[in-house]
């Protein structure tokens, strides 16, 4: 069968990342499909990444592996790969990033459409997801500019220009290999090596189509990376600029035609990428900053388009400060959100010109100009999991402070549109990076979430910092995980500490956590020992809500409905299927059914749930916004190393741990104590162990008792009060 797909992955220096990358792409997809290939290129790695992938192409003869003799940097090996390449399209993925589970697959199926097409696409753009090294994941940001867009049936860069705002790497990008071929373009060297590419392709190509699936997990923050890491290369940037404009100058360059408006556009989009690298802390080093922002007006001297225009506001004087290599007057715009007196003349105020859409180098400024304002004694932001919506503990402190603080404002922050449209009806909301955002980060006086807000966001004096967190720890965490490498995953430490040091109060759910806590986040702040606001609603619930919890999720009475949430695990990617939830429901049988929910991190869901006639229902949950839901609707929990055991034993309801992997998870991730001699309830390791469990109804309350007394014993109801209390000031 001819090659489809071929898939290169230029290495070197990522040992700790590869292993997942690999899994991804090979183990991930059936054995069986050849319609793709992986041209691997060992990039003179200094670690063991051309042994492993030697032992992987002997395991699968998918692979085929390069060696190189000198290293040539990512640009020079995704070179060196694509003579080797047979697929009809061709697909640059980095060797730390990965591959949700399926995704070649999709991918397969999708190019096979495209080919029968009459005007095939040149490129398919692919939707991603962010992965940061505390766990945590984002969206693509860029989302909204693609969806509903031509781009889902396949247009030309004319026809869609918005796709200029959106990333301009190749990674999420499938490349007609022909059509690449024939660009007479090539990847640069150093830094941001792609964009030479990317920019020519998406200009010329006869037809873009987006895919509106997560087919890339993007890994941000890693040490080491180019987007965090101090050097003078990041001035490679300017090159690449000028292949750009190398190639819409050529007199025989393939493909469409460029209206003018594309160049500009291009102008645009780099001048603010420059703009950006120079802006973010800790990328230009700060004795090559000057030269740097010189060879920005040079770039503008070169490559500004005939009868161009400044943009308009913030963004318009930011550019033509960069154009005459005005760097201190730049300098002092970024500080105080003013020009410096002498140059201000004939310049328009900057804050009144701050307007719908601020982004980049142009947000900074609007920021710094709003922290000028004093502090709003009264409003208090609130956020959780990432701006992801209204949840966990800091739900239930906003709703308390309603009651007993009224005099201060809530507002929440979430990501875009899609989820301001998922919150209570009365809550007030702003979104990411809009000039509401940037003014109430800049001016409220109280801040509550159970992650790290941005740490661009300055902590102002006199602000309050209250981290919630969002479970009890059974695994290691924060500086905890500096001798758990694979769990720690390129975490950086030193940022950690620098968001600690943000904290006012931590919340602690119970003795327990308070004295891992107070290792793991050394702080000033102080420990708030209350219990977990989140848990004030299990402590709480009546058999009226339990009974209509069960009515939502359909349960009839007398049907046991058992919750399966299995945890991350960080030395694997995706939802791993270590039970067959099939044939537990087999097991069970018609008087049970199955609630599943995969972990938040994981895409995909946990695939095929029909198990017959004479089995348990099984429903996939994991889309259910709100966990408490889940607990009040579910007779018994089954977990591996979730914090969930610690909420849901507030319920004092059945647990079963189904832990086969126990020791390697121990190992891997380390933990604060032996859940096999400190279980809730039943432990057990194998499906049949887990069956009879079940079928047993009650079988450890013992357990559960000693379990509850440790972990539980400030969960009483009152936890949202006592840190609103210490807190926020009270009417009452």
């Known amino acids: 069968m001819p090659v489809l797909l071929s898939i290169v992955l230029p290495v070197h220096g990522v040992e700790r990342y590869l292993p997942r990358c690999l899994d991804s792409i090979l183990e991930a997809t059936p054995a069986g499909e050849t319609r793709f290939e992986v041209i691997a290129v060992d990039d003179r790695s200094p670690d063991r990444c051309g042994t492993i992938l030697d032992e992987y192409a002997a395991r699968d003869r998918r692979l085929r592996v390069l060696h190189l003799p000198e290293n040539q940097g990512l640009g020079g090996a ?27 697959s999709v991918i397969l199926d999708e190019l096979s459409q495209e080919r029968r097409r009459e005007t095939p696409a040149d490129v398919l753009l692919t939707d991603f997801t962010h992965a940061y090294p505390d766990g945590g994941t984002e969206p693509n940001p860029w989302r909204h500019v693609l969806v509903g867009s031509p781009l889902a049936d396949g ?3 004319a026809e869609h220009p918005a796709l200029f705002q959106t990333v ?13 071929l024939g660009l007479g373009v090539s990847f640069g060297r150093g830094f941001y090596e792609d964009i030479s590419v990317t920019y020519p392709a998406l200009l010329a190509a006869e037809r873009l189509r ?23 290369k990041h001035a490679d940037v300017f090159a690449q600029y000028d292949a750009i404009f190398a190639f819409l100058d050529r007199p025989d360059r393939p493909g469409r035609p460029v209206p003018d408006s594309l160049r500009t556009l291009v102008f645009d989009r780099t001048v603010k990428q420059a703009l950006t690298v120079y802006d973010s802390p800790g990328l230009v080093p700060v004795a090559r900053r000057k030269d740097f922002f010189r ?52 310049a328009r105020a900057v804050a009144p010109a701050v307007k719908k859409g601020v982004r980049s180098s142009a947000r900074f400024t609007a920021y710094n100009a709003f922290r000028r304002l004093p502090l709003d004694e009264h409003v208090a932001v609130y956020a959780a999991y990432w701006h992801r919506g209204y949840a966990c503990s800091p739900a239930a402190i906003y709703e308390k402070a309603k009651e007993l603080a009224p005099g201060v404002r809530g507002v929440w922050v979430v990501e875009n549109r899609t989820q301001a449209a998922t919150l209570p009806a009365d809550v ?29 966001m300055v902590k102002r ?4 910092h209250v981290q919630t967190q969002h479970g009890t720890p059974l695994k290691a965490m924060g500086m905890d995980l500096r001798d758990h490498p694979v769990a720690a995953d390129g975490m950086d430490f030193d940022r950690l500490q620098e968001a600690v040091d943000r904290w006012d109060f931590l919340v602690s759910s119970n003795p327990h956590t308070s004295e891992h806590f107070a290792r793991a986040f050394p702080g000033r702040y102080e420990m708030l020992d209350t219990g977990y606001p989140r848990n004030d609603r299990l402590a709480n619930t009546t058999r009226t809500e339990v009974l209509e919890m069960r009515a939502r999720f359909g349960l009839a009475p007398g049907r046991t409905a058992v919750l399966y949430a299995p945890t991350h695990r960080e030395a694997k990617g995706g939802y791993v299927p270590l039970l067959d939830v099939r044939e537990l429901a087999r097991r069970l049988g018609p008087d049970f059914t199955l609630l599943v929910r995969t972990h938040y991190f994981h895409t995909g869901g946990p695939g095929d749930l029909t198990a017959g006639a004479d089995a348990a229902e099984i429903v996939d949950v994991s889309a259910h916004p709100t966990v408490e839901d889940l607990y009040l609707a579910a007779d018994v929990l089954v977990t591996d190393y979730s914090s969930m055991m610690f909420d849901y034993a507030v319920l004092d309801r059945p647990v079963v ?14 933990v604060y104590f032996d859940l096999f001699a400190e279980p809730p309830g039943a432990v057990t390791v194998d499906a049949d162990g887990l069956a009879k469990a079940l079928l047993a109804g009650d079988p450890e309350p013992a357990a559960r008792a000693r379990f509850r007394a440790r972990f539980c014993p400030w969960d009483d109801g009152g936890a949202a009060e006592r840190v609103v209390r210490r807190v926020f000031p009270t009417t009452a």
């Open 428 to 456: 007030p909301y702003v979104i990411v990076n809009t000039p509401a955002y940037l003014k109430v980060m800049a001016t409220a006086k109280y801040f509550v979430n159970n992650v790290n807000f941005p740490r661009t």
């Open 155 to 157: 247009a030309t860069l």
């Open 210 to 232: 987006y895919l509106d699936r997560s087919c890339y997990f993007y890994r941000r923050g890693r040490a080491g990376a180019i987007t965090s890491t101090a050097s003078p």
């Open 657 to 670: 741990i189904f832990a086969p992997d126990w020791d390697e998870y121990r190992e891997n991730r380390g």
């Open 461 to 464: 004096p006199g602000t309050v």
């Open 78 to 104: 995704r070179t060196a790969a694509l003579p080797e390449a047979r697929g009809e399209y061709v697909w640059f993925v980095d060797s730390d990033d990965w591959l949700p589970e399926g995704t070649v």
């Open 295 to 346: 060879r920005i007006s040079e770039h503008f001297d070169r490559h500004r388009p005939t009868g161009y225009r400044f943009p308009a506001g913030v963004r318009g004087v930011q550019y033509r400060l960069a154009a005459h290599n005005a760097r201190v007057a730049y300098a002092e715009l970024r500080r105080t959100g003013r020009l410096p007196r002498e140059l201000k003349r004939g």
């Open 168 to 180: 301009m790497s190749v990674w999420n990008k499938v490349f007609r290999r022909a059509f690449l």
